[in-house]
C-alpha cells in the first residue's frame, strides 16, 4: 500500500512535533502536564490510558502510556467556523508514556497544522493566525515542562 504524500518530506516543525523528557514518575507526569496546559489556556477535555485498557481487554503487557486531550475553547470556536471536519482531530493531545520507570516522554502534534497539510482546512489568514496562537501556548507548555527537569 502506498501514501499519497510522503511523510518524509516533513520535518517536525511541518507537523508541529514537539517532545520532552521527564525525570519523574509516570502519574506525577501526567499530573504536571496537565497543570501546565490549564496554565497556558487549555483545558483537560479527556484523558485516558490506552495502556490500561489494551493490558486488561488483551493482556498486553504495555508499560504505562496516557492521553491528555486538551482544548482552547476559543481556538476551537474559531477553528470549527473555518471547517467543520477539524472536530475529526480535535481535541489537542499529549501523550505521556513511560520510556523506563522515572524516565516518561511527552509528545505532541500540532492538529492545525496536520489539519491544514491534509486539506481540511483553509488555506488562509485566519487560519495562519490559529496555527500561531496554538503553537505559542503549546511552545509555552513545552518550555514549562522543559524547565521541571
Not at 485498557?53 to 473555518?82: F, M, S, T
Not at 518550555?143 to 521541571?148: A, R
Request: a negative charge.
Amino acid at each position: 500500500m502506498s501514501l499519497k504524500i510522503e511523510p518524509a518530506r516533513f520535518d517536525s516543525e511541518d507537523i508541529g512535533e514537539k517532545r520532552v523528557e521527564l525525570d519523574m514518575s509516570h502519574s506525577e507526569a501526567i499530573e504536571l502536564v496537565k497543570k501546565v496546559c490549564e496554565k497556558n489556556g487549555f483545558g483537560i477535555l479527556v484523558e485516558f490510558s490506552p495502556s490500561e485498557v489494551l493490558n486488561k481487554k488483551v493482556d498486553a503487557d504495555r508499560a504505562p502510556y496516557h492521553v491528555v486531550g486538551a482544548c482552547n475553547p476559543e481556538i476551537a470556536d474559531r477553528a470549527l467556523k473555518q471547517s467543520m471536519k477539524l472536530g475529526v482531530l480535535f481535541p489537542c493531545n499529549m501523550v505521556v508514556w513511560e520510556e523506563e520507570p522515572g524516565h516518561q516522554i511527552v509528545y505532541h502534534l500540532s492538529i492545525m497544522k496536520i489539519a491544514r497539510l491534509l486539506g481540511i482546512a483553509p488555506d488562509n489568514y485566519e487560519w495562519k493566525d490559529i496555527i500561531e496562537e496554538t503553537g505559542e501556548n503549546v511552545d509555552n507548555v513545552f518550555e514549562e515542562l522543559e524547565s521541571k527537569n
